[in-house]
């Protein structure tokens, strides 16, 4: 089984703050993502990150792919209340298994205040 | 339609009863996937359909799990002598091929399902 660990699983900040999501696991996956979802809505997929040591930047969202391509780190900056939600990484392709089944974190709930 | 469209959005049954939940995906799309999301987690994978192969079934968490899909295009999910344990959110994906980073899964917004 290919688990993501996914932390923390709560933040609540204020408005203007700096903060960072963490997934890691012990499984290399050929792709990762992340998907901010909000409330009565299905995930809505943020970016992918492919290559190890990548770094994707999504205006005040920075996305980080682990050299050995095992975690991945979402970054940021200057939050503000729209960025109020749940986010979730999901790692792809690990063991040779198909793009779309996809192994999800527990997911980070994040509140920012304004 | 512009999105996956799944219905019901919202479903109540009573501990015992058979329930389906259906998804209609993007036109197009030949590669379907159900998941399973409990309250504020992560989701569970449950199933997936990629053209005319065989489904990967192999996140069912029981014999009272089943889907099919169709036509190559709308799939039904069926819950058997549901439990209290099945309530979750049931989301339905797809993507034009088998996802992947030039295919990438497009959600619905998902069947609450709760089961008294």
């Known amino acids: 089984t290919q688990l993501l660990e996914q932390s923390p699983q709560f933040l609540s900040i204020q408005e203007g703050e700096n903060l960072t999501v963490y997934c890691n696991s012990s499984s290399v996956f050929s792709s990762l993502q992340w998907y901010r979802q909000e409330p009565g809505e299905g995930p809505v997929l943020l970016v992918t990150?492919?290559?190890?040591?990548e770094v994707k930047k999504l205006k005040r969202l920075t996305f980080q792919f682990g050299d050995a391509r095992k975690d991945s780190s979402l970054h940021i900056t200057a939050a503000q209340p729209g960025d109020t939600g749940l986010y979730l990484c999901?790692?792809?392709?690990?063991?040779?298994?198909?793009?779309?089944?996809?192994?999800f974190g527990q997911g980070t709930i994040l509140t920012v205040h304004p | 339609g512009a999105g996956v469209s799944q219905s019901p959005s919202n479903k109540v049954t009573e501990k015992g009863k058979d329930v389906e939940l259906r998804c209609d995906p993007i036109?197009?799309?030949?590669?379907l996937y159900w998941y399973r999301q409990s309250l504020g987690q992560g989701l569970e994978f449950l199933i997936y359909?990629?053209?005319?192969?065989?489904?990967?079934k192999s996140g069912l968490p029981s014999d009272r799990f089943s889907a099919e899909r169709t036509g190559g295009s709308v799939s039904t999910l069926t819950i058997q002598r549901t439990q209290q344990e099945d309530s979750a959110v049931y989301l339905c994906a797809s993507s034009p091929r088998d996802g992947g980073i030039r295919s990438p899964l497009h959600f619905g917004n998902g069947t609450r399902l709760t089961v008294t």
């Open positions: 359909f990629q053209g005319n192969s065989a489904p990967d």
């Open positions: 999901a790692g792809a392709g690990a063991g040779g298994t198909s793009y779309g089944k996809l192994t």
């Open positions: 990150v492919v290559t190890g040591g």
């Open positions: 036109s197009g799309h030949t590669a």
